[in-house]
């Protein structure tokens, strides 16, 4: 239900020896809804999707999905509670085939699932991104870099997340395939309300199809509102945003 999927972050602090990753952040994530994270390198970002997704301990804070808190829950806790992360640098593997990567997402997430169902989801992710139904056999080696971030995202999907992490998905894309991209998690985030984290260095596209945003940077908050008011705040871009 639409409640479940609430991603509600609160005072969240993560450190890396001496340094202090993330600094007591606060990010609100709704179901529908894509919430964009943005600022500079070294802002948090990464750090800030891989404390929600257990990969790193957070040393304060709460993770709270539709009401419990996952802080410090281990990674697989987090993935079977319908958290789907996906890394940066996009993290197929090169040797299986387009199908065989795709059948990797169905083994993390609840696995509630029959058989049946699985093909089924499996049948959706290729109507969602022709270009893996038509490769499904190929080894991932030989597909495009867009093509290599919808298998990633295609593979988070089969493990039905109830909140997908996307950790750069425009990362060494072309303008054009990012917006390809951009276009069809829209398009999935409108279809199937799930809770969408999109962290991205590209603002300007991220915005463009986020409902709200977050601002890092240094490790904290420093800005946050609707998608629309921060592409509009000429300050904020030319500050942090870089467009
Ligand atoms: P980028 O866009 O460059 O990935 P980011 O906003 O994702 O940047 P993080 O990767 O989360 O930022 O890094 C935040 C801070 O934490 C930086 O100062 C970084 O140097 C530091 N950091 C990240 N990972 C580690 C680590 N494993 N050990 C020590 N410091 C780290």
New binding site residues.
Partial sequence: GGRDRELDIRGLTTR??P?T?LDGVSVLARPGEVTAVL?A???????LLRTVSGLVKGSDGAVLLGGRDLAGAPAETIARAGVAHVP?GRGVITELTVEENLRLGELLGSARRGKADKNERLASVYGMFPPLAQRRRQVANSLSGGERQMLVIGRALLSEPEVLLLDEPSLGLAPRVVAQIFGLIRDLVDRERITVLLVE?NARSALSIADTGFV?NLGRVVASDDAEALAADAELRHAYLGF
């Fill in positions: 890396y020896g340094v990753a600022g390198n070294g802002a948090g970002k990464t750090t940066e260095q890092l």
